[in-house]
Structure formats: C-alpha cells, structure tokens
C-alpha cells in the first residue's frame, strides 16, 4: 500500500516558521519528483514547491526566497522548510509523489493544515 503522510503543520503568527514533513511508504522513491501542493477553501490546488528524482528544485514565485523544498532518499521523506510565512500562505498543503516513469500513477497524502495569523 502507497502511503504519503504529512506532518508539521499547524498555526503560527506571521513572520513565524514551520518545517513539513512528508514520509512515503510503499514506492521506490528516488524514483519520484516530489512535491508540495496547497489549496485554500474555494481555490485550486497549486504548486508551491517541487524537487526531482536528481535534485533539481522549482518554486512558485510566491514563495521564493521564504520557503525551501528538500528531501532525503534514505528516510524516504521530503521537506518544506517555510519561513517568514505570511497569512495569504494559509492552505493545506499536500505531499505529491510523481513517478519518473509515465505508467505509473502519481499519490497524494492526506494535508496538513496551515495558518498563519496576522
């Protein structure tokens, strides 16, 4: 079973910092581009931060230079460091694994929420 379960969210006043985690299970994972998704209410889901199989990162304009993507293929975990998080940021953020390979699907954890006060 393909597991992805994210962790680390939670509330925090503006200019403060959260670090998410995101564990997989049941999936080669240096085989997959990771990344980081948030939807707020009401909103399409968007990318906020993604990072291949190699190490290559990419960011959504509105978080560069706040937010950094990372992960660890020995824990099998990926990372969004978020700092100086402002309240626009508040969503829930999904883990998302996507395979190298186009013939297998792509996964999705559960989110964990995210908000930030003013």
């Known amino acids: 079973q393909v597991q992805l379960v994210e962790s680390g969210g939670g509330l925090v006043q503006a200019g403060g910092s959260l670090r998410l985690s995101c564990a997989a299970s049941?999936?080669?994972?240096?085989?997959?581009?990771m990344g980081w998704y948030c939807q707020a209410p009401g909103k399409q889901r968007e990318l906020v931060a993604s990072?291949?199989?190699?190490?290559?990162?990419n960011y959504a304009d509105s978080v560069k230079g706040r937010f950094t993507i990372s992960r660890d293929n020995a824990k099998n975990k990926v990372y969004l460091q978020m700092n100086s998080l402002k309240p626009e940021d508040t969503a829930v953020y999904y883990c998302?694994?996507?395979?190298?390979?186009?013939?297998?699907?792509?996964?999705w954890g559960q989110g964990t929420q995210v908000t930030v006060s003013s």
């Open positions: 998302n694994a996507r395979p190298l390979y186009i013939a297998l699907r792509e996964y």
């Open positions: 049941g999936i080669i994972f240096s085989t997959y581009s």
């Open positions: 990072i291949t199989s190699g190490g290559s990162t």
